[in-house]
């Protein structure tokens, strides 16, 4: 964002700086000590799989506000919505 004026410095994609692995510094991991044996024999789990877990829940209402039609099982796919129209 261009401070002066409020607006994006770059008007397009073509002009747009994508981070590569060069311009990532020093990665730190830190495990807490308390293992959760319920996610896998390890006992770890990725802090990716924690701020993911309301996207399956977002699509699903998502379907549901664009179609009226509610589908409450993984993956949603297009015969399930069909399938539930027509009931």
Same mark, same amino acid.
């Given at each position: ?41 390890? +006992? *770890?789990? %990725? ?5 993911? =877990? $309301? /996207?399956? +829940? *977002?699509? %699903? ?5 664009? =179609? $009226? /039609? ?18």
């Amino acid at each position: 964002m261009d401070a002066r004026y409020g607006r994006y410095t770059n008007a397009n994609l073509a002009e747009y700086h994508v981070p590569v692995n060069a311009d990532i510094g020093t990665l730190n991991i830190s495990f807490v000590q308390k293992p959760d044996p319920h996610i896998n024999p390890l +006992g *770890a789990r %990725g802090i990716g799989e924690i701020g993911i =877990t $309301g /996207v399956a +829940g *977002a699509q %699903g209402n998502a379907v549901y506000h664009a =179609t $009226g /039609v509610r589908v409450c099982d993984l993956p949603v796919t297009l015969d399930k919505v069909l399938s539930r129209t027509m009931v």
